[in-house]
């Protein structure tokens, strides 16, 4: 999987994704490779719509001035009843070689922003806990590909979103990292 965080990591986004849903698709039929072909994009609208807010509400109300935006994923395969993005503001820019910048956030939304469009695969990451799916080696190679996928197609979402409000929201012309909880090391910078 060093692969695709190379690939993460050096901005081929849309290579990592061909890449995870050409393995992915290579193993045996499973409920994982629901996420092969889907993507976020339907989720722009509202993604602006929650940067807009969220964004007013930390300059404006809260008076923070804010240097970078960090929007997280929860921990989506443990937490298969809600998936759901959480923005987070830093009045410093992040120092990406130490992830512990994380914790170091002067602002956070109070609300988050539903995810929706993969709900199968939310039905499919219980069952897959719940019935130890973990311990079929080719099952979990699925699972940790989809996660791959998910947090891949979350990027898209946050390129095309920022990219669509360049020079026309404050929040798009800041960097803006996008990852998921737990998976640290699958952070993209869009700025």
Request: aromatic share 12%; charged share 25%; glycine share 4%.
């Amino acid at each position: 999987m060093l692969q695709i965080q190379d690939l993460i990591q050096s901005g081929q986004i849309e290579t990592a994704i061909r890449e995870t849903e050409t393995m992915l698709g290579q193993l045996p039929a499973s409920d994982f490779q629901y996420v092969i072909g889907k993507n976020l994009l339907h989720l722009k609208g509202p993604l602006t719509a929650y940067f807009n807010y969220c964004y007013t509400i930390m300059t404006e109300d809260e008076e923070l001035d804010v240097k970078a935006l960090y929007l997280e994923m929860n921990s989506f395969t443990t937490q298969y009843d809600q998936w759901f993005l959480h923005l987070l503001a830093y009045d410093t820019l992040a120092n990406r070689d130490n992830p512990d910048w994380l914790e170091n956030f002067s602002g956070e939304a109070q609300k988050k922003l539903t995810i929706t469009g993969f709900e199968p695969l939310q039905e499919t990451n219980r069952k897959f806990m719940q019935t130890e799916g973990y311990r079929d080696d080719q099952l979990r190679q699925a699972c940790e590909l989809q996660e791959y996928l998910v947090i891949l197609r979350l990027h898209e979402l946050a390129i095309q979103t920022v990219k669509e409000n360049k020079g026309k929201a404050p929040w798009a012309n800041i960097p803006v990292f996008a990852g998921a909880h737990d998976y640290e090391d699958l952070i993209f910078m869009i700025s």
